[in-house]
């Protein structure tokens, strides 16, 4: 079988990754990961790829302070390799303009939020400010903004009278880990295809 390609970016732990890497362990799992990307040299994703064989790549972005700099010699090192799809599993850095253009529908990020609420940082905190009755994770595709491209799918759970910080951290990421392989496995089978002006559900 031709398995559809994943290129995942990750800056730092990388239990999304590891999700992901598990699930593409099953024989009948539609998608390998075929590159893991990290702009933080000591992320201990880029060792969880390298345990499982996974080739990594590593664009230090402090010796690349210039976005459009960095950005570029990130896209002529991704021309050689061959992939499907870009993952943004815990990424912490904004890819230009000139970026996600050329890469266009092809790249998705993994937030911690049920969006539109809450893009960008600190939305367990923003969540428990704000005493919400319901948190979780959502999958978008990735444009010019800041978390703000057509919802692919999401996730969620009810906050507890009880859940504080570590809590909420710890949820979300059980249902991360569940949410991320799933959408991939299903644009891996195009029952998901991804379009900047629709997200197209089984090809409807
Ligand atoms: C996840 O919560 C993801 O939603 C956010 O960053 C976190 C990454 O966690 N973008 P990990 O590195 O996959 O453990």
């Given at each position: 079988m031709n398995k559809f390609k994943l290129a995942v970016f990750v800056s730092g732990n990388g239990s999304n990754l590891q999700a992901l890497i598990d699930t593409s362990k099953?024989?009948?799992?539609?998608?390998?990961?075929e590159l893991v990307f990290s702009?933080?040299?000591?992320?201990?994703g880029l060792l969880r790829a390298s345990q499982n064989n996974i080739p990594t790549l590593t664009l230090d972005h402090k010796y690349n302070n210039d976005r459009q700099e960095f950005d570029s010699t990130l896209s002529k090192n991704l021309e050689q390799s061959n992939f499907d799809l870009i993952i943004l599993a815990g990424f912490m850095r904004i890819l230009g303009k000139e970026f996600i253009k050329r890469y266009e529908n092809r790249v998705i990020n993994l937030h911690?939020?049920?969006?539109?609420?809450?893009?960008?940082?600190n939305t367990h905190e923003k969540v428990l400010k704000n005493k919400d009755k319901f948190h979780g994770a959502t999958v978008h595709l990735v444009d010019?903004?800041?978390?703000?491209?057509?919802?692919?799918g999401f996730s969620k759970f009810k906050v507890e009278k009880y859940d504080n910080y570590d809590s909420l951290l710890a949820k979300t990421h059980e249902i991360e880990h569940k949410l991320l392989p799933k959408i991939c496995s299903l644009i891996a089978t195009k029952k998901i295809i991804l379009n900047k002006n629709n997200i197209l559900i089984n090809g409807k």
């Open positions: 099953s024989p009948d799992c539609p998608f390998k990961i702009n933080n040299p000591d992320a201990y911690p939020s049920l969006l539109p609420k809450y893009p960008g940082l010019e903004g800041l978390d703000t491209g057509k919802i692919i």
